[in-house]
């Protein structure tokens, strides 16, 4: 755990900024993410430029995801066994590659997708082996009593730069910059990508300053037991197989975002700057949630309230598919991303506080399969029923999905269901009452 705390921020609701480490991992954050968010702007528009399908706008998000389930058993490795922090330097340091890449394709004004399709293979391989990583590097930033405060913070960080970085996006994407671009064939989309490649670098320099090093966490040798420990452990605990399949199929049933394009272009009839603001308003929504959360953190009775969440992101949805107004559809949105952030803070807070410290990558790994099949495999489902039935007939259906998934699963979980205070000591507590429990039934 990071030692470097600073007193003046140790104040209610902002505990984690005491730490040195976690400020600078997270302003790092706050950088790359905002350039991520704006290059899939940019990739969206551009796709569907090019094609008009929303099939290959779910091809994006299906080329993101193969790569985190081909590498999803050696990346949780990784993650354990080797320093956490030089990873996601390695890992990033392709991502800037694959966005010098992208800039190249737009110097070219490609017609084709194919080889942006290519290029966002190698972006998910980077995200398949970084995303353990970084959660598996949370605890050491902070002290243990700070870091649902620390989770807390870390998901209102990215949904500000979800706000942020899908306008800037939007408004990089349309700026009339062509008298000065013009000489090096960049505008639209190659605009949006020099600025990810600006982020990006900065993001490396913050992540290299860090003092902690985690260091070797698995110290066994490598074999299949070892490297299969991170299912194993969440196919022994209830409240983490059913908080990780919860947000799986809830996300595949009820995202939207991958068909926000169609949306923005034929239903609300906004162009690149409506996109920004439809892809921003889930994230101001999680924002506006995350700030209260900071401040009044959740207590007790987390898991009924985690199921009330869900229940409240698939009625939004359904709203959002019933939408023909903008600022409707946005406000739908907004509700959607405040009730997902309470599922979000939930669910991390459970994935780390109730993994032991050296099992933290491969059980992180086996969450990034579950949230890569939610949201980029989702982005693929919701094209593919968007070819089939249109885009509001899909979004409607995905948020009926999401409702009957969470009263389905409340009944399935109920040790999700019965998760109280979100502390080491009370879920240790609570597992080991149902650990006797399912000893005596055996018996």
């Given amino acids: 755990m990071s030692q470097a705390l600073s007193p003046r921020l140790s104040r209610r609701g902002m505990e984690a900024f005491a730490s040195r480490d976690f400020r600078r991992y997270q302003l790092a954050r706050v950088t790359a993410i905002l350039g991520a968010e704006a290059q899939s702007v940019a990739v969206a528009w551009q796709v569907y430029s090019i094609t008009h399908r929303a099939l290959d706008l779910g091809y994006t998000g299906l080329a993101l995801f193969l790569p985190g389930l081909l590498f999803l058993l050696p990346a949780g490795h990784v993650a354990d066994r080797f320093d956490r922090r030089q990873v996601i330097l390695a890992c990033y340091s392709l991502q800037v590659v694959c966005t010098i890449a992208l800039i190249l394709l737009a110097r070219g004004n490609v017609h084709h997708v ?8 190698l972006v998910g391989t980077g995200r398949a082996f970084s995303g353990p990583a970084s959660s598996a590097l949370i605890p050491h930033l902070v002290p243990e009593k700070h870091f649902v405060n620390a989770v807390t913070w870390g998901g209102a960080i990215f949904q500000f730069a979800n706000i942020t970085g899908p306008a800037l996006g939007g408004l990089l994407f349309t700026l009339p910059l062509a008298k000065w671009v013009s000489d090096s064939h960049l505008e639209g989309a190659g605009i949006v990508y020099v600025f990810t490649l600006a982020t990006l670098g900065w993001f490396l320099v913050l992540v290299a300053t860090l ?233």
Wanted: hydrophobic residues 50%; glycine residues 12%.
């Fill in 114 to 121: 194919a080889p942006i399709y290519a290029v966002l293979l």
């Fill in 211 to 443: 003092h902690a090093r985690p260091g070797r966490m698995e110290h066994r040798g490598i074999s299949l037991k070892v490297v299969l420990a991170g299912f194993d452990y969440v196919m022994r605990s209830p409240m983490l197989l059913g908080s990780f399949s919860l947000d799986l199929f809830v996300v595949l049933l009820g995202g939207s975002v991958a068909l926000m394009p169609i949306f923005a272009h034929d239903i609300l009839h906004t162009g690149p700057r409506g996109l920004g603001m439809l892809r921003a308003a889930p994230a101001l929504g999680a924002l506006a949630m995350s700030l209260v959360m900071a401040r009044h953190p959740l207590g007790r009775g987390a898991g009924k309230k985690l199921f009330l969440a869900v229940g409240i992101f698939g009625a939004a949805t359904v709203v959002f598919g019933l939408s023909t107004s903008l600022w409707l559809s946005l406000a739908a949105l907004s509700l959607a991303g405040g009730a997902d952030m309470v599922s979000v803070i939930i669910r991390g807070s459970l994935l780390q506080l109730a993994t032991p410290s050296h099992m933290r990558g491969r059980v992180s790994a086996v969450n990034s399969l579950f949230i890569g099949a939610s949201n980029e495999l989702g982005e693929f489902e919701s094209g593919l029923t968007a070819q089939w039935w249109g885009a509001k007939a899909a979004t409607l259906v995905g948020g009926v999905g999401a409702l009957a998934i969470a009263a389905t699963w409340a009944t399935l979980f109920p040790a999700l269901r019965q998760a109280d205070s979100l502390t080491a000591h009370t879920l240790e507590a609570q597992k080991s009452r149902q650990d006797g429990a399912l000893g005596q039934s055996g018996n």
